[in-house]
């Protein structure tokens, strides 16, 4: 099977920043349909991207188009490849967030994109070195940039979007911002191709998702990690998707309510055998597996409650707020002062 790959690079004083990128088809191509098709996908690819220059299409075999994510096999036909534990920079090219695969006998799901072209691009090609299925849908737990800006690399495969029905909004809201944001953080090279994917599709409450003899159960919450977090839960194996309803290791990052996300955290409900979180291991048990993030929000409650009590300042509160937590969780310098400060300005019209 083959692949079409271009050089890109970027138009004006910076022309000489270029990265091959990998250019994704729904079908699986011989050399001949490939090559057939090469010159039109990359024309169209260059119209969507016209701060870039697009030089020499090639058809490569896809063992020679680029180096797949790592995935691990956490139940049988579901697969999770673990981010790394970092802020995105030149080196980690956005790898930060765990993603899933999840293979019916129809069609595949992909839970999350990352963060860049690049990891959806590697995304793609670990897919394509589990099966050849279609790749039918792409979904988005939340609208962060990390679970999202490498989406169009599988867009592109095929995957139709799916989020909770606030993400479209939200995204759109803070696209420009995200991408200029990881553009800095991780560089020019590295960020080369990345272009927001919106919503195909939303889901107001919850919604099926047959992938062929596998049931996925999708549903919107209310807001707590942001106000567009939505589950996947796998019926046959028991997996929840957790998107970053769930960190592990990873300080978790407050972006919507702490008494929302509590309340979340009792609320989910199926008989859940293990969960996939947004960051940490590929998997955990549950309830076990939530039990560091309850101690931590509940840290976070209880100081905040008591400094506000006090009538502390918010910017003496923060310096404090959840300390006790801190040899658990890594990035807590990066989170945790936002954390407080979003908990003291949620908390105080209690």
């Given at each position: 099977m083959f692949e079409l790959i271009v050089l890109a690079c970027l138009r004006g004083d910076m022309a000489d920043i270029c990265a091959p990128r990998l250019l994704p088809a729904p079908a699986v191509l011989s050399h001949a349909a490939c090559e057939a098709t090469a010159a039109e996908r990359a024309a169209t690819w260059a119209k969507a991207h016209p701060d870039l220059m697009i030089h020499d299409p090639e058809c490569r075999p896809r063992s020679e188009a680029g180096t797949p994510l790592s995935l691990t096999e956490i139940a049988p036909g579901i697969h999770v490849h673990r981010g790394g534990i970092g802020i995105p920079n030149g080196k980690n090219l956005g790898d930060l967030a765990n993603l899933g695969v999840i293979i019916g006998e129809e069609s595949v799901a992909v839970i999350d994109a990352g963060s860049t072209r690049h990891v959806g691009e590697r995304l793609y090609l670990a897919v394509r070195a589990l099966t050849d299925k279609p790749i039918g849908t792409l979904i988005y737990t939340h609208m962060h940039p990390d679970h999202t800006l490498?989406?169009?690399?599988?867009?592109?495969?095929?995957?139709?979007?799916?989020?909770?029905?606030?993400?479209?909004?939200?995204?759109?809201?803070?696209?420009?911002?995200?991408?200029?944001?990881?553009?800095?953080?991780?560089?020019?090279?590295?960020?080369l191709g990345t272009r927001t994917?919106?919503?195909?599709?939303?889901?107001?409450?919850?919604?099926?998702?047959?992938?062929?003899?596998?049931?996925?159960?999708?549903?919107?919450?209310?807001?707590?990690?942001?106000?567009?977090?939505l589950t996947v839960f796998d019926r046959q194996t028991g997996t929840l998707f957790t998107g970053d309803l769930v960190f592990a290791t990873h300080t978790p990052a407050l972006d919507g309510s702490l008494t929302g996300w509590i309340d979340v955290l009792d609320e989910l409900d199926w008989p859940i055998k293990r969960i996939v979180p947004g960051h940490g291991p590929a998997s955990l048990p549950w309830p076990e597996g939530g039990k560091a993030l309850r101690r931590y929000l509940g840290a976070i409650a209880r100081d905040t409650r008591a400094a506000i009590h006090k009538g502390e300042s918010i910017s003496s509160a923060i310096k404090h707020i959840g300390e006790s937590e801190r040899e658990h969780w890594q990035l807590f310098d990066e989170f945790n002062p936002r954390n407080a400060t979003a908990a003291y300005k949620e908390l105080e019209w209690e």
């Open positions: 490498g989406g169009s690399a599988i867009a592109e495969a095929g995957g139709r979007i799916i989020a909770h029905r606030k993400l479209d909004r939200g995204l759109r809201a803070r696209a420009e911002n995200y991408e200029a944001s990881l553009d800095a953080l991780i560089g020019a090279k590295g960020f994917a919106f919503p195909d599709e939303s889901v107001m409450g919850s919604a099926e998702i047959d992938l062929g003899g596998r049931i996925l159960d999708l549903r919107a919450w209310h807001t707590a990690h942001t106000d567009n977090d």
